[in-house]
C-alpha cells in the first residue's frame, strides 16, 4: 500500500510494530517488508501465472497459477484463500505465491489465489464477501466455458469446472469456509464443489483468548482480531467460531463430498478445531483429518521443506487427485 501523506488531522491511533500504523480518519500504512513474486505468463519452474482483476472498486483480484505438465486434458481448479489474521497479505507474497506454485505442480490443478480486502479498513464479513465474488466469478467463467462465449483462456481451455475445491489455510480457511456455508444453499451449476481444504483455519473462542500470544509476549494477535472482527464483537462471534449456537448449521456442509482438515498439533487454535472436527464428523460421512505433530501454525509456509511441510501437501494433493477423471488422462 502506498504510504499515506502526513496530516495534523490525523493521529495515530494504534501501531502493529513492524506491520501496519492505524490512524484516526481510518488510513493505514502498512509496512512489513514482505518478498513478493511478479506474475509470470512464461512458464517458471513448471507454472505460469497471471494476475486478474475482478472487482476494482473493492480491490479484489486472482493470480492464476497452470501447471506445465498436465497429464489430464483439463485440470481440477482450486480457489485458494491465503492467511495473514485478516489484516496482511495478498497472493504476490512470495510465501503463498510459492505454497500455490508447488501445489499446482502436486496436484495437477490449476491454483486461484484470491486476493480479498483486508482489515482494519474493511472488517469481516469483507474478506468472506469477497470469496463469495471469487466463487461466483468461477461460476461465470465454467458457465462461459459451457456456452462458448469466451472464458478466461487458461480456465476456458484447461479448466474442469465439474472438480472445484476451495482451499486456504489460517484466516483463509476461514474464508472458504464461510464461502462453503453461505454458497452451499445456492444453484451453484455448471460447476461441481468437490471438497474442501481448510489448513489450520483461524476458528477461535473467548476462551483462548489468553493464549492468544506470539512469541514475543505481545498482544498482536489479539489486536488483529479486534480490528479484524465487528466493532464489539468478540471471538465467540460466529463469524470466527462455527460452534457457537448462533452459528448457521455445520448441516451445510453435507453438499460437499469432501472435507479436508489439516491442523497443528502445537497451535493455540488445535484443541477448538478438534472439537470442529468431531463436530463435522458426526454430521459429514467424508471428512479427513491431518495431523501434524509437534508443529506450529503455518508452519508449512515458513519451514518446506520440513518433513511434516512436504506429508501435508503431498495429503493435499492426494485429496485433489482422488477426484481425477481416468477417462480424461492424455495418451
Not at 480518519?25 to 497471471?50: E, I, M, Q, W
Not at 467460531?241 to 502445537?266: D, F, G, T
Amino acid at each position: 500500500m502506498e504510504e499515506k501523506s502526513s496530516s495534523s488531522s490525523r493521529s495515530l491511533i494504534f501501531q502493529a510494530p513492524g506491520i501496519f500504523n492505524l490512524y484516526s480518519d481510518g488510513t493505514v500504512d502498512r509496512l512489513l517488508p514482505v518478498p513478493t513474486t511478479p506474475p509470470s505468463h512464461l512458464f517458471v519452474d513448471g507454472v505460469a501465472t497471471k494476475d486478474l482483476i475482478l472487482d476494482a472498486t473493492k480491490g479484489v483480484w486472482v493470480r492464476i497459477f497452470l501447471p506445465q505438465k498436465r497429464r489430464e486434458k483439463r485440470l481440477p481448479v482450486v480457489l485458494y484463500a491465503h492467511g495473514g489474521a485478516f489484516c496482511t497479505g495478498d497472493p504476490s507474497w512470495a510465501l503463498f505465491h510459492d505454497f500455490c506454485h508447488r501445489m499446482a505442480l502436486k496436484s495437477e490443478a490449476i491454483w486461484v489465489s484470491l486476493n480479498y480486502r483486508l482489515a482494519p479498513e474493511h472488517r469481516l464479513p469483507a474478506a468472506y464477501e469477497d470469496g463469495c465474488l471469487a466463487f461466483r466469478w468461477l461460476r461465470s467463467q465454467a458457465e462461459m466455458q459451457a456456452n462458448g462465449t469466451g472464458a478466461e483462456p487458461w480456465l476456458d481451455q484447461f479448466g474442469d469446472f465439474s472438480r472445484l475445491f476451495l482451499a486456504g489455510e489460517s484466516a483463509g480457511g476461514a474464508v472458504v469456509f464461510n464461502v462453503a456455508m453461505r454458497i452451499s444453499e445456492e444453484d451453484r451449476e455448471p460447476v461441481n464443489v468437490c471438497g474442501l481444504l481448510l489448513v489450520h483455519p483461524a476458528f477461535h473462542t473467548e476462551a483462548k483468548r489468553e493464549s492468544m500470544m506470539d512469541d514475543d509476549g505481545s498482544a498482536r494477535t489479539r489486536a488483529f482480531y479486534s480490528f479484524a472482527l465487528p466493532v464489539g464483537a468478540d471471538l465467540d462471534h460466529p463469524l470466527v467460531n462455527p460452534l457457537v449456537p448462533q452459528a448457521p448449521s455445520l448441516n451445510r456442509l453435507l453438499s460437499y463430498p469432501l472435507v479436508v482438515l489439516a491442523v497443528a498439533e502445537v497451535d493455540f487454535r488445535y484443541d477448538l478445531t478438534m472439537k470442529f472436527f468431531e463436530t463435522v464428523r458426526a454430521i459429514c460421512e467424508n471428512v479427513h483429518l491431518i495431523i501434524s505433530r509437534d508443529q506450529v501454525h503455518a508452519f508449512h509456509l515458513l519451514d518446506t521443506d520440513c518433513e511434516e511441510a512436504l506429508q501435508l501437501e503431498q495429503d493435499l494433493a492426494a485429496a485433489v487427485c482422488a477426484f481425477r477423471n481416468i477417462n480424461d488422462l492424455q495418451k
